[in-house]
């Protein structure tokens, strides 16, 4: 008999809760093609406006993660998966995953593609020449084994209920609900054997939580989930009112990462990759965060992460050397400047308006089909705080033609706000959650 979803949907509109073999029957349904796309849009559309219980929530990410298979890595070292919730120059994992591997730890970090204003780790890694994201889950493995790190995109049989929902919400206005947000994120992390699973959770103008309130509900909420199926999940919340680092785009962010993995780079990512590594340190070892911190600074300043870095862009088939040659970094085709509207200091940076001229540039996709050019992007020519003179160029936009450009420098104008006093900086770190979901300052 075909499995009937409507008794569900009209239970879950009346704000009633389902039982967890109702949800697992409605998704394995789904995924098996018994139930059509408009009684699943329906569904989510319910519990978007209703919302659900904890263990209605618990139940959907277990019946997502059982819609496939999982990775299964074997590892003497323990094994960390880093997850961010999505911001604009947010190339953290590009230099907390070969620093978390440089400390001891072993990373097989699932990645994914740029969405709306943010950007993708993988876009990000496919502007390296030959580098390659498309592994098979026995490869995968392998690299995490031997490298201590691998990222790779998520193939089509690892949590296929996630991708196919995704596709769904993103149509229907669906994607802003935290149990369903918290059930994608947590179901693709549970699919990999980590012992720990650090979020990144982003907040402000540029992330998908605007508040600090309803980022910190997220966490936990990750968090409890986390704990209900047996895993050590912990979460930062992390500033996104102002783009992070200096670089907006692919191969753009990709340098400046290689740059903080130099030893140099802009201190608000430096200090986001170095907190993330000492929160697993912290976790895993039981070291103070002060103890913590120095040691996963001086993995960083010492070159180990860059060394660890390089030898494992060859594994997925990166060419190692572009990495310290500017004169291969691709070119835009066009670039132009957006310029300062008068004297005083930049007190703020509209971190989403960035992210989404860096994709009218041409760094992000407007159409899901759409392809990337990794030359693309908005580079940061005057950090928040400092003083500039009216005409004085604050913002560059690299653009993959001339319209591209003028849209993108359309988009910027009165993104810099320029005041008569320096702002006061904040840290880059919020604060942490642990692994009960409870509140703990950096």
């Not at 907190?275 to 040691?295: F, K």
């Amino acid at each position: 008999m075909k499995f009937q979803a409507l008794p569900l949907v009209e239970r879950k509109r009346d704000g009633q809760a389902l039982g967890p073999e109702e949800i697992a029957g409605l998704v394995a349904a789904y995924v098996g093609g018994d139930v059509p796309d408009y009684q699943m849009a329906a569904f989510l559309m319910a519990v978007t406006i209703r919302g659900m219980t904890f263990d209605e929530t618990v139940a959907l990410t277990g019946a997502m993660l059982r819609s496939g298979r999982t990775i299964e890595v074997s590892a003497r070292r323990p094994l960390v998966d880093k997850h961010s919730t999505g911001g604009v120059g947010d190339k953290t994992s590009l230099v907390a995953v070969p620093l978390l591997a440089a400390l001891g730890f072993c990373v097989p970090k699932l990645s994914g593609r740029g969405l709306g204003h943010t950007g993708g780790t993988l876009d990000k890694l496919e502007s390296i020449p030959g580098l390659r994201t498309s592994l098979d889950p026995a490869e995968f493995a392998t690299l995490v084994s031997r490298y201590g790190l691998a990222i790779a995109a998520q193939s089509e049989d690892i949590v296929p209920a996630d991708r196919l929902l995704y596709a769904l919400r993103d149509v229907t206005g669906t994607v802003p609900s935290l149990p369903l947000i918290a059930s994608s994120i947590m179901s693709k992390k549970l699919a990999v054997s980590s012992r720990l699973i650090l979020l990144d959770v982003k907040v402000g103008d540029g992330a998908f939580f605007p508040d600090e309130a309803t980022a910190a509900e997220f966490a936990q909420l990750a968090i409890a989930i986390g704990r209900s199926f047996g895993r050590d999940t912990r979460a930062l919340l992390t500033r996104m009112d102002a783009p992070l680092g200096l670089a907006v785009g692919n191969a753009l962010e990709v340098r400046e990462a290689v740059a903080c993995l130099q030893g140099q780079g802009p201190e608000d990512l430096r200090d986001v990759a170095v907190t993330l590594a000492a929160e697993a340190l912290h976790a895993v070892y039981g070291l103070g965060r002060d103890d913590a911190g120095q040691r996963a600074w001086q993995a960083l300043e010492s070159g180990e992460a860059y060394q660890l870095f390089r030898r494992w862009i060859p594994s997925q088939g990166g060419d190692v050397t572009f990495l310290e040659q500017p004169d291969r970094w691709p070119k835009a085709a066009a670039t132009g400047v957006s310029r300062a509207t008068r004297d005083g200091y930049v007190h703020a940076i509209g971190a989403r308006a960035v992210g989404e001229a860096a994709r009218l540039a041409g760094a992000g996709r407007l159409r899901k089909e759409d392809a990337v050019d990794a030359a693309a992007g908005v580079e940061i020519l005057a950090p928040l705080g400092s003083e500039v003179r009216a005409g004085q160029e604050v913002l560059e936009v690299h653009a993959s033609g001339s319209e591209q450009l003028a849209a993108a420098l359309e988009r910027l104008e009165r993104v810099v706000e320029i005041a008569d006093e320096p702002p006061q900086l904040e840290n880059a770190v919020v604060c942490a959650f642990d692994k009960n979901g409870r509140r703990e300052e950096w």
